[in-house]
């Protein structure tokens, strides 16, 4: 029911015990089921992005305002914000805000922002690394997953020693 907007659904058993023709004890089991009213997405709060675009975020999400609410849907976004790599896990769960009155909810979204880039380095003096007369030798590297907080990659590394050098 959820999946279909109905947030406020109400599902009760209703249990009758009584004996069979033969006598045997029977249990019938109904459902008594309260719909109420579906819920559409009012608004689509994004809170704690500091570094990461907010429109890269909301590429991620597939609840949107105006849709009928759908746990499906919410569990599916939290997923793809988890996946992109920038925000420390694990996400708390987003939180759901129903307004009775307007059959509506607003979900927030809460992301904490990591470091995601990477420097690495090191170095050799004498025979070892890439010089072969001795010397010093070695390499240099960057690299950063979401640049500029817009979710592009970037990467440098730059070689050097005796008779040899590369940059990529």
Do not use: M
């Not at 597939?62 to 996400?91: C, K």
């Amino acid at each position: 029911y959820r999946n279909n907007g109905y947030l406020a659904a109400q599902v009760e058993p209703i249990i009758q015990r009584t004996r069979g023709p033969d006598g045997e004890p029977v249990v019938d089991v109904t459902w008594q089921i309260r719909e109420g009213s579906p819920f559409f997405i009012n608004r689509v709060i994004i809170e704690g992005n500091t570094y990461t675009h907010e429109s890269v975020i909301r590429d991620q999400l597939v609840v949107l305002p105006g849709d009928l609410y759908s746990d499906d849907r919410l569990i599916q976004s939290y997923r793809s914000l988890s996946a992109l790599g920038f925000f420390e896990t694990p996400l708390p769960e987003p939180d759901i805000i129903p307004d009775l009155l307007s059959g509506t909810v607003d979900v927030v979204f809460r992301v904490k922002e990591k470091q995601t880039g990477s420097i690495n380095f090191g170095t050799s003096i004498g025979g070892g690394g890439y010089g072969r007369a001795g010397g010093l030798s070695g390499f240099l590297g960057y690299s950063q997953p979401n640049l500029f907080g817009q979710a592009k990659q970037a990467s440098l590394q730059a070689e050097y020693g005796f008779g040899r050098s590369s940059f990529t």
